[in-house]
């Protein structure tokens, strides 16, 4: 059983930024991924790291913004929010990734924290 916290949401202006984290207890060799959903929409994928961190996927909607990565010896990933957008509000979501060729499917990660809202104001 791996549970995950996710930290560091809050309220920030448009082109501002914020960094949140999602600790991990148990197992950390493994890929993790951030997701984050709107009101009213579905969740959508946002970023991926490997067990080893050496491999990254982003969604184009952050690509350049966002940097993922990870701190294996805290079990600790990130995800840093650069010009940050009101389009990008949403709660964000780590979850543990069961096939890492999966990473943008929401359904085949194994384990979820219970999200960390994030508000861009215009």
């Known amino acids: 059983q791996v549970q995950l916290v996710e930290s560091g949401g809050g309220l920030v202006q448009a082109g501002g930024s914020l960094r949140v984290s999602c600790a991990a207890s148990?197992?950390?060799?493994?890929?993790m991924g951030w997701f984050r959903q709107a009101p009213g929409k579905e969740r959508e994928f946002v970023a991926a790291?490997?067990?080893?961190?050496?491999?990254?996927y982003y969604a184009d909607s952050v690509k350049g913004r966002f940097t993922i990565s990870r701190d294996n010896a805290k079990n600790t990933v990130y995800l840093q929010m650069n010009s940050l957008k009101p389009e990008d509000t949403a709660v964000y979501y780590c979850?543990?990734?069961?096939?890492?060729?999966?990473?943008?499917?929401?359904?085949?990660?194994?384990?979820w924290g219970q999200g960390t809202q994030v508000t861009v104001s215009s």
């Open positions: 979850g543990v990734l069961g096939e890492f060729y999966y990473y943008n499917y929401y359904e085949k990660y194994d384990y």
């Open positions: 790291i490997s067990g080893s961190g050496h491999i990254k």
């Open positions: 148990g197992r950390s060799s493994y890929g």
